[in-house]
């Protein structure tokens, strides 16, 4: 026992010789580095001195520590040069990017599902240019989003998609990016380009759905660490989708060194009992610091967001879906030109080639259902999106509806889902009878945990009540809006306690983005081959070709995605990337 200021208090022997050995060891250091003092902090050094341990610091250092418990009391909902207003939530994140460039720290942004990631990054890209340019690593499924919502938000800044073929090579691609605000590329496109991304120093380097990196030892997590970048930003809204294990990887990448080794990581932050809670009570220890987590449990967040959000997610076609697509266009160019504008069997070529193609840019085996090769993944860009999608919502513990207008594929899909999540999932369509229908109905609304309903637009699109899914994704489209919003509001109505969250599938330059079009309103109806229309089979050769052909500057380029999930990030050292796509089908008959 010693006494202190008036004051008699208890020391351990074993705690006495730990604190003197820690002092021993800093005899000879007057210096903390910032990493070292985050790391102390944080709490991730541990304390040899036992009880209570302060960290102070002058300057820079006070700031950086200042900030470790405070965000900015009225940040901004208009960042310079945002078209839009953030929400209070947003802004919040925004100064936390601004903080994180100050301090030259990276981190994660771990907003749920729905809540704005992208927009919020966006507003932070402009003014970090000061650093160099902003890179975006995506999904290529998400790819067209990203150019699409910074044209939006931020459309003074030039923006650079760097993917495909045709994309830029050596000094081509140093000169343009060098006169670009943002590049957004894909996980898989900037693997292979390594070599020539390390030689640009970016301001910020963004990557999209950061468990794709969750992996240390793969080959993608390896090579993106070779990226030159101010601050380095993952995105995701699942940051521990197994464990502190994947929460280390994505902010190692984030602030390289700065978290120390993963055992020791793990082991600081984990608690006696692992849980779904304990693992947000590490994300707190955290929050604001090096991760910025926000959900939409949260009152604040619940009470600001609206009802429904609505999303467009643009897909890439793989190369046998053009190749079939184009391949029925021909057909169709043959056959119309045989036959008399404005004749029944025109009509019919023509309503008969909408279909077609329709299932075709949902997937090679809804348009050719005996097709010999039955393998289903890997062939689709609308179901590889749909894979994170439904990866997204399980890792979140919700549950989600599909649409499709084709019942045969519903059921494809429906088998399709079952396999993957290892959840049974059903196909509701109806070929069913009542009873069937209405048990599948009472079973998902009954259910707990997460997962998914597959349903036929005409069966499922009205009349139901299946608002224990909080998640829509409408496969296909229709070209009567009315329908679509019927389907989503199976789940967006009374009873409903959770943001409904609708995602639209569409391909680019394909017949998808024509329905777009029409149900937007973007585009006249009498300037779109609609199944219902009187002059469907009077446009000639050119007005079906612009109506329902291929336009190539709007295809978005397939990347393939393996389909082993603990592997989804490594890449077939055999694939070649730049080869010509499948030009075997060509001149495939449809």
């Known amino acids: 026992m010693i006494k202190s200021q008036g004051e008699w208090i208890e020391l351990d022997k074993v705690d006495l010789a730990a604190a003197a050995e820690a002092l021993a060891d800093r005899a000879d250091k007057t210096k903390m580095s910032g990493a070292e003092m985050l790391r102390h902090a944080l709490g991730l050094e541990g304390n040899p001195f036992g009880g209570q341990m302060s960290i102070a610091g002058q300057g820079w250092a006070a700031d950086l520590l200042r900030s470790l418990n405070t965000l900015p009391e009225e940040p901004e909902v208009t960042p310079e040069g945002f078209q839009g207003e953030l929400r209070s939530y947003q802004a919040d994140a925004h100064a936390w990017l601004n903080f994180l460039v100050e301090a030259g720290l990276g981190g994660c942004l771990a907003l749920d599902m729905g809540l704005g990631k992208t927009p919020t990054t966006l507003a932070s890209l402009g003014p970090s240019r000061v650093h160099g340019p902003g890179l975006v690593i995506a999904p290529p499924a998400v790819v067209g989003n990203w150019a699409s919502e910074a044209r939006k938000f931020m459309p003074h800044l030039k923006v650079l998609v760097h993917h495909g073929q045709n994309r830029r090579k050596g000094k081509d691609f140093l000169k343009a990016v060098d006169e670009t605000d943002i590049l957004i590329t894909t996980y898989g496109t900037a693997v292979r380009d390594i070599d020539l991304l390390e030689k640009v120093h970016f301001g910020k380097a963004v990557i999209d759905e950061a468990q794709a990196i969750k992996n240390p030892a793969a080959e993608t997590s390896r090579q993106l660490r070779r990226i030159n970048a101010h601050t380095r930003l993952a995105l995701t809204g699942t940051p521990i989708e197994n464990g502190l294990g994947d929460l280390w990887s994505i902010l190692d990448w984030s602030n390289p060194g700065l978290l120390g080794p993963r055992a020791q990581f793990i082991a600081q932050l984990s608690p006696a009992k692992k849980t779904k809670e304990s693992n947000e009570g590490a994300l707190s220890a955290l929050n604001g610091i090096l991760v910025y987590r926000r959900t939409k449990s949260e009152p604040d967040i619940a009470a600001e967001l609206p009802d429904r959000i609505d999303e467009l997610d643009h897909c890439a076609m793989t190369p046998e879906q053009i190749g079939l697509y184009q391949a029925v266009i021909n057909d ?251 030009p075997e089908l060509a001149g495939a008959s449809a």
């Open 332 to 582: 169709l160019s043959a056959e119309t030109a045989a036959a008399d504008v404005g004749s029944p069997s025109r009509k019919g070529a023509v309503l008969a080639a909408i279909t077609a193609l329709k299932q075709i840019c949902n997937h090679p085996l809804n348009y050719n259902s005996d097709d010999e090769n039955l393998e289903i993944h890997g062939r689709s860009g609308k179901l590889a999106r749909l894979n994170e999608i439904v990866e997204t919502v399980f890792a979140a513990d919700e549950r989600m509806l599909v649409f499709t207008h084709f019942a045969s594929w519903g059921e494809r899909l429906a088998g399709y889902l079952t396999e993957r999540t290892g959840t049974e999932v059903n196909c509701y369509h109806g070929g069913l009878s009542r009873g069937a229908r209405d048990r599948m109905v009472e079973e998902f609304q009954s259910r707990e945990g997460p997962g998914v309903l597959v349903l036929s637009l005409k069966a499922g699109g009205t009349g139901l009540n299946l608002t224990a899914a909080s998640h829509v994704v409408l496969y296909d489209r229709w070209w009567n809006p009315a329908v679509e919003d019927q389907a989503r509001d199976r789940v967006w109505r009374i009873g409903q306690t959770k943001t409904v969250i609708c995602h639209r599938l569409i391909c680019p330059g394909t017949i998808d983005e024509r329905v777009e079009e029409v149900v937007s309103g973007k585009r006249e109806i009498a300037n779109i081959v609609l199944p219902k229309s009187s002059s469907v089979g009077d446009l000639d050769s050119a007005q079906l070709q612009a109506a329902l052909g291929l336009d190539p500057d709007m295809l978005l380029d397939y990347e393939e995605i393996p389909d082993d999930p603990d592997n989804a990030d490594e890449l077939d050292p055999d694939a070649n990337p730049d080869a010509d796509p499948a």
